[in-house]
């Protein structure tokens, strides 16, 4: 089973700052088969990448994805209020086994 | 507009049985794999199962194997998950989620539902 593990586990910053997410797996990933959550409490959780650095439709462009191999990063350009929330990095290169990172907390300082 | 709305939830004891279902509209259900992800009270996402567009084909975490079940109606656009032998450690709210790809192996989520919150205790 593939692990991803995500740091930092909780991101203190202010509206209008940059947020830099990281996702690392146990082992090599395709880059086509890492894709980024954000979930806020109470809510359905909502794709924002696809494919390591593919917008999902109607995400805005201040989300950004990056990486391959084994180290992956979600980057908010600029963060809005709405974007505090956690956020999960998922792989399914390795199937059956889809696996979720832990999760990062983006929260407002 | 996609719409995923589960169900059955609730209450159970250590060893019961429950059955979660996820109503769906806004798009071709038989199109699309769908699966099951939950979340454990302060933990983050875990995916539990997940099954093909045709039901022909199902999938499931280790951690639920032998006791879990997933299906589908195409009939009536509705995932099911019937779980057996249920344990403390199944408590978790449950998501039913769709398939971004299509139809053949479950992959990634593009629409996901509320959730049901399933508390295993005595």
């Known amino acids: 089973e593939i692990v991803l593990t995500q740091s930092p586990g909780t991101l203190s910053l202010s509206p209008g700052e940059r947020a830099t997410l990281s996702c690392r797996a146990s082992q090599r990933i395709s880059s086509n088969y890492l894709v980024w959550y954000q979930h806020k409490p109470g809510q359905a959780p909502r794709l924002l990448i696809y494919?390591?650095?593919s917008r999902a439709t109607g995400i805005p462009d201040r989300f950004s994805g990056s990486g391959s191999g084994t180290d992956f990063t979600l980057t908010i350009s600029r963060l809005e209020p709405e974007d505090f929330a956690v956020y999960y990095c998922q792989q399914y290169g390795d199937s059956p086994g889809w696996t979720f990172g832990q999760g990062t907390k983006v929260e407002i300082k | 507009e996609v719409q995923l709305l589960e169900s059955g939830g609730g209450l159970v004891q250590p060893g019961g049985s429950l059955r979660l279902s996820c109503e769906t509209s806004?798009?071709?259900?038989?199109?699309?794999?769908m699966s099951w992800v939950r979340q454990a009270p302060g933990k983050g996402l875990e995916w539990v199962s997940g099954i093909s567009g045709s039901a022909g084909s199902t999938y499931y975490a280790g951690s639920v194997k032998g006791r879990f079940t997933i299906s589908r109606d195409n009939s009536r656009n509705t995932l099911y998950l019937q779980m057996n032998s249920l344990r403390a450690e199944d408590t978790a709210v449950y998501y039913c989620?769709?398939?971004?790809?299509?139809?053949?192996?479950?992959?990634?989520?593009?629409?996901w539902g509320r959730g049901t919150l399933v508390t295993v205790s005595s």
């Open positions: 989620a769709k398939d971004r790809l299509g139809p053949y192996l479950p992959s990634h989520f593009d629409r």
């Open positions: 494919g390591t650095s």
């Open positions: 806004g798009f071709t259900f038989s199109s699309y794999a």
